[in-house]
């Protein structure tokens, strides 16, 4: 079974701070994506970034980057120099190679605070 | 650029009734899916949708749910006897490839009274 978890409810943090937020899963195959979602207070779900799991380089995307630990299954998220619009539910999410479905954590809420 | 839209952003129906929801994918896409997420849940994933057939789908998508390209632009998705437990929001989302990221949209809120 594939599985993604995320263990941190909600996060805060100052403007232009660094945050990391967490994210583990679970699977027994071992081509698969990985990827984060970033869901405004308007709705819409964007892609943030995402990481092919045969690479080793660690994705990054201007002030986004991922920490890809494959052997512990582990996949957080760090925002540098974070703005008041990363204000944010932060979904992980993963899909395995040949299959069409994402499988997303619980989410994140990420507040940015003046 | 181009976006997923959907419609109506808010759908309120009473228990036992048919819906449909309505998303409109980005156009040249081939790949739609559906996705849901309860109030305080996860996003779960429903059913994608390729070449006019269904191709992939969860469990949760029993005989209560169907999927319709009814025209060129058009994805519905339709729940034939709504139950209290389907109230959620319902996400729409596209691709031109598997192996693209997906597009999703706004979201509709089903609320089943």
């Known amino acids: 079974a594939q599985t993604v978890t995320q263990s941190q409810p909600e996060m805060s943090v100052q403007e232009a701070e660094t945050v990391t937020l967490s994210c583990t899963y679970d699977t027994s195959e071992n081509n698969y994506y990985l990827f984060w979602y970033k869901q405004p207070p308007s709705r819409q779900m964007i892609l943030v970034i995402r990481q092919e799991a045969y690479k080793q380089q660690n994705a990054t995307e201007n002030r986004f980057s991922v920490n890809f630990q494959k052997a512990a299954k582990s996949f957080s998220l760090k925002i540098s120099d974070s703005q008041l619009g990363d204000t944010a539910m932060y979904f992980c999410a993963s899909r395995i190679q040949g299959a069409q479905k994402l499988v997303f954590g619980q989410g994140t809420r990420l507040t940015i605070n003046p | 650029e181009p976006e997923v839209t959907q419609t109506p952003s808010h759908q309120v129906t009473q228990m036992g009734q048919e819906v449909i929801l309505r998303c409109v994918p980005i156009s040249n896409h081939l790949y739609f899916y559906w996705y849901r997420q309860i109030l305080g849940q996860k996003v779960e994933f429903l059913v994608s949708?390729?070449?006019?057939?269904?191709?992939?789908k969860s469990e949760i998508f029993d005989d209560q749910f169907s999927v319709e390209r009814p025209d060129g632009s058009n994805f519905t998705l339709k729940i034939r006897s709504t139950k209290l437990e389907d109230s959620a929001m319902y996400f729409c989302?596209?691709?031109?490839?598997?192996?693209?990221?997906?597009?999703f949209g706004d979201g509709t809120r089903l609320s089943i009274l």
């Open positions: 949708f390729y070449n006019n057939e269904i191709s992939e």
């Open positions: 989302a596209s691709n031109l490839r598997v192996d693209q990221p997906q597009h």
